[in-house]
């Protein structure tokens, strides 16, 4: 059975730093994509970041570039998001997500290209 299980999230303060972590079983994705949403009450998911198999692409959402990390650890089955300069804003659940296809698709960014998912974990930042 395939499962991607979230860990990391928690209650903290503005400005702090967090990172998350999304370990895969069941089957090995160091050949695919893997991604990073996140869903706050009352709004729809959207896409957090996103990257590729060999890492040598990530992309980030405008809202969390330059302050939030997208890794990959392949040998580990296990993809993660360091999390800097928090706000209370990124308050949401924060999901993982796998893409099965062997490319990476120009639709990164949309929650239908991917076809697993993990339960997620909440994040909450106060003010």
């Known amino acids: 059975q395939v499962q991607l299980v979230e860990s990391g999230g928690g209650l903290v303060q503005a400005g702090v730093s967090l990172r998350l972590s999304c370990a895969a079983s069941?089957?090995?994705?160091?050949?695919?994509?893997m991604a990073w949403f996140r869903q706050a009450p009352g709004k729809e998911r959207e896409f957090v970041a996103a990257i590729t198999s060999s890492a040598t692409i990530k992309d980030y959402a405008d809202s969390v570039k330059g302050r939030f990390t997208i890794s990959r650890d392949n040998a580990k089955n296990t993809l993660y998001l360091q999390m800097s300069s928090l706000k209370p804003e990124d308050t949401a659940v924060y999901y993982c997500?796998?893409?099965?296809?062997?490319?990476?698709?120009?639709?990164?960014?949309?929650?239908?290209?991917?076809?697993?998912w993990g339960q997620g974990t909440q994040v909450t930042v106060s003010s």
């Open positions: 997500a796998a893409d099965l296809r062997g490319y990476y698709s120009n639709n990164y960014w949309k929650a239908a290209t991917y076809s697993y």
């Open positions: 069941g089957r090995t994705f160091s050949g695919n994509t």
